[in-house]
């Protein structure tokens, strides 16, 4: 049973991954990288053979509408699986999947718990339709009848 949902998630997980590298190279082959700042030479090399690994720390920001726009799609879905993880109605066919005995409740209570987390995807971001269709129906498949 296990393995049939790790191999589900294994298998969601690669096509959005996939799908992310596909679009992210068509973007990136128009974007030009940014140069990157030249090192100092002051000869002040002391102060790196003491100096710690700086932590970089994402903040967290607040998204407005406007903002929304400007997002890529990878971000947009990323947020709208997250916010979806968050429905009181998915968490309890999650905790019904994860509590199923048997293979085929598992499969059945995987099906019910996809299917309700990519239909409150697409309530979320309706711009997302069609990734979240082509995304829902590869889990789906994934999982045995």
Do not use: C, W
């Not at 002051?42 to 003491?50: D, I, Q, T, V």
């Not at 009181?88 to 598992?106: G, I, P, Q, Y």
């Amino acid at each position: 049973m296990r393995r049939n949902l790790s191999s589900a998630f294994t298998f969601l997980l690669l096509a959005t991954l996939t799908h992310a590298a596909e679009t992210s190279s068509t973007s990136s082959a128009q974007a030009k990288p940014a140069p990157r700042p030249a090192e100092s030479s002051s000869g002040n090399s002391s102060s790196k053979e003491g100096s710690k690994p700086r932590k970089v720390t994402k903040e967290k920001t607040s998204i407005t509408p406007g903002d929304k726009a400007s997002q890529s799609e990878d971000e947009r879905f990323t947020s709208a699986r997250k916010a979806a993880y968050e429905d009181t109605r998915v968490a309890e066919l999650r905790v019904k999947v994860d509590a199923s005995k048997n293979d085929e409740s598992a499969n059945k209570a995987m099906r019910a718990y996809l299917k309700a987390l990519y239909g409150k995807m697409r309530s979320i971001e309706p711009s997302l339709e069609e990734r979240i269709n082509m995304t829902e129906a590869a889990a789906l498949r994934a999982i045995p009848q």
